[in-house]
């Protein structure tokens, strides 16, 4: 009998990744990633339905993912249908301060992680041909300019390129797609000086985001009403991007 399927939403524990957590477990069975199984459990219990299961990781330790991972999956006997990566952090400052060790290590959380999940998930022993759907969660600057977030926007970009170059590989088994959300209200946002969050309000033609606006469209991916959706770049910003640079 085949081992069940799971959604693997990385990056579980806060923010965005709790919102879409949250928001995927009515409907399916979750694995929760994050580093820290205290924050973890209690996301997990605040998730309604399923036997949801948690995996603890450092996405900055990229070079280890993939045997954790196996193990993990050979260990619980479950499968991986869909895969959301919201893990990821940003740092700004000025590039000449930019480190090599910084850089590696944001484009560890940022993208090899999820490169390193995808090839794993994508290998018969543990995964079989379960999964169907992967979705990145990328960032408006991949697309745009941002001042002192240089190596950011690189590792959003390279996730963004990613997507496009896996939906070609791997149609039509495997849909993939990544989400550009504009400036969102997380706790790590709303710590942030509010001179600064009034110019990040601004800026955006329908008001800073929410956390619910971004788990909405996750949903909406992972159904069959995205079923001939693949390779995209979504967009979903209020208007931010429309508007940069006026």
């Known amino acids: 009998m085949d081992a069940p399927a799971c959604t693997l939403v990385t990056g579980a524990s806060s923010g965005i990744g709790r919102g879409v957590a949250l928001a995927l477990a009515e409907d399916r069975r979750l694995i929760l990633h994050g580093r820290g199984r205290e924050r973890l459990e209690a996301v997990r219990s605040a998730c309604p339905g399923r036997d949801h299961l948690v ?17 993990f999956l050979q260990a619980s006997g479950t499968r991986v249908s869909a895969l959301v990566h919201c893990a990821g952090e940003v740092s700004v400052r000025p590039t000449r301060l930019d480190a090599y060790e910084d850089s590696l290590r944001a484009m560890n959380v940022n993208f090899l992680s999820a490169a390193e999940i995808i090839r794993v998930l994508l290998q018969a022993a543990p995964n079989g041909k379960a999964l169907r759907d992967i979705l990145l969660i990328s960032s408006i600057y991949s697309r745009l300019g941002a001042k002192g977030q240089g190596i950011y926007c690189a590792t959003k970009g390279a996730a963004d390129a990613y997507v496009r170059a896996l939906a070609a590989e791997l149609s039509p088994r495997v849909r993939v797609n990544s989400l550009l959300p504009g400036a969102v209200l997380t706790p790590m946002t709303e710590a942030l000086p509010a001179a600064y969050l009034d110019r990040c309000r601004e800026a955006h033609p329908l008001g800073l985001g929410e956390v619910a ?5 996750v949903k909406f991916l992972l159904s069959d009403g995205a079923r001939w959706v693949t390779g995209q770049n979504i967009v979903v910003d209020g208007g931010f991007s429309a508007c940069k640079g006026l």
């Open 213 to 217: 606006d971004v788990a909405s469209y």
């Open 55 to 71: 995996w603890t990781a450092d996405f900055a330790r990229a070079e280890t993912l993939a045997e954790d991972l196996r193990g």
